[in-house]
């Protein structure tokens, strides 16, 4: 029986302590306030944009939520962007991708100031995962890995980390925390040679290749720590990970569960983050 | 009998191609120029100038050599950066580090504009190693690692490149470079458990830890690729590199020697850097 991983007393620990927090800036008289910019129809973003919005309430963050239609031409965007950034009671600002592709999504990134760049979508905030500075944060589902291993308390120094999927928001990022915390870190991906072998050496290993069940049996070994990053319906309405869980539960020390594990930490690390740029402008 | 990896050649062949390209430019008017920035005695300097000057000689390529006093101000050094930062006859700026403690060394970075950045000093140039983007440069001594590999045709697709040091100047930037390649790539550090086991798994090991002879029998296994990115001085006066040459050659199938391997192509790899800012600029 392999200890279950799941996300959801990691979420609500990391949410008491931004209340917490939300309580102390608010009797200083700011109020924590992330802003929300959406392109086009919402869709998708629907069902992520009230699980944001009602956990924003639950932490008392404050979200102002912008939507532009879908034809909203690239000065009209660049323009609200710049409204967000100037605006000193803004604190984080979220850009919902991907974007309609009539804009050019590189150039609005780079007009969100780093210290409001919650969810990692400038150049400065890529730059401090890799160089381990403080510039700008961290992308949200990595760091909600992270929040997750830390949770449980699962030792990472020295130990052997194996990524499967070497994604900027996902893979790399991942790769510079766990090396930050003294793990030995390999990452692996669509060209890898011998994947299960590596699979199988590995103390800590995150699926994040984004296939559903793509690491099967001759992955795992006895004594693993397992991660599931990703997350997919399957035609039967079930949802399901990058990892058979089927296989890989009854041989693992511990794994996080798909649905409730990384996902559901991810909202509250970007809350998280919106707390910390509150505090950050104080100083 | 190992392959020698031998630095000349690459170096060589490099300084060709930056040879024609500066011949190009110069046909449409443009003087490629490097700006090499010091501050204080330039004691160990002297020897890397002295033959960087040279190369940019044989290159075709204008040195513009400016040293600050060991006790300039702050104001004066940003000064002398903002002045190379706006002249458009300056196409590449080194600033030699490290810089006496009494300087701001990350504010002084942050005013090279990463177009001139040559050498990797800035968060820009560190967000496009990582992110495999063209912004600004990656560091010379990395690249020279990749610049060896390609011109003696090693594969690197789906290999296990293991590289031992997570420098911010080598182990790092290199991941990013080999797992662009398509490697799968294995970051060691001084923390790492099993050491030798994993540098065994590898079919190309880099030493990049920083140590004389560091890395010895036990690392390694027949038919592997060795690179040494390492160079020290021992006590009777000969250099060494990060791993144990005497023990490795006999098993590698292909390694660099030190001296005469890495180091000889930083050189013409920052030259390289110079040219390419040059030719963006006439875009």
Avoid: W
């Avoid at 700011?30 to 944001?52: C, H, I, K």
């Avoid at 803004?90 to 969810?119: F, M, Y």
């Amino acid at each position: 029986m392999s200890i279950i991983l799941s996300g959801a007393p990691v979420a609500s620990a990391l949410r008491e302590r931004i209340k917490n927090k939300t309580e102390n800036l608010k009797a200083q008289g700011v109020y924590p306030t992330l802003a929300v910019l959406s392109v086009g129809e919402e869709g998708d973003n629907e069902a992520y944009l009230r699980g944001l919005s009602k956990q924003a309430e639950a932490c008392g963050i404050d979200l102002l939520s912008e939507n532009l239609p879908a034809d909203a031409s690239q000065s009209r965007a660049e323009e609200a962007l710049r409204e967000l950034g100037n605006d000193p009671a803004i604190h984080g600002i979220l850009l919902l991708r991907p974007l309609p592709k009539s804009l050019n999504e590189t150039a609005l990134c780079r007009l969100i100031p780093p210290e409001k760049d919650v969810d990692c979508a400038t150049d400065l905030s890529l730059a401090g995962v890799f160089s381990h500075r403080q510039l700008g944060f961290p992308p949200a589902t990595p760091r909600g890995v992270m929040e997750i291993l830390a949770h449980y308390e699962i030792p990472l120094a020295g130990k052997r980390a194996v990524i499967v999927g070497r994604s900027l928001v996902v893979g790399r990022p991942l790769a510079m925390m766990l090396l930050k915390e003294d793990a030995t870190v390999t990452l692996c991906h669509s060209k890898t040679e011998n994947l299960e072998e590596i699979c199988r050496q590995a103390d800590i290993l995150v699926a994040a290749l984004g296939r559903p069940r793509a690491l099967s049996r001759g992955c795992f070994r006895p004594g693993q720590v397992l991660v599931d990053v990703g997350i997919h319906r399957l035609e039967d309405g079930s949802l399901c990970g990058d990892l058979d869980f089927g296989a890989a539960e009854p041989l693992a020390e511990a794994i996080t569960p798909v649905p409730g594990g990384v996902g559901t930490v991810t909202t509250a690390v970007l809350l998280s983050h919106v707390i910390t740029a509150a505090e950050n402008n104080i100083l």
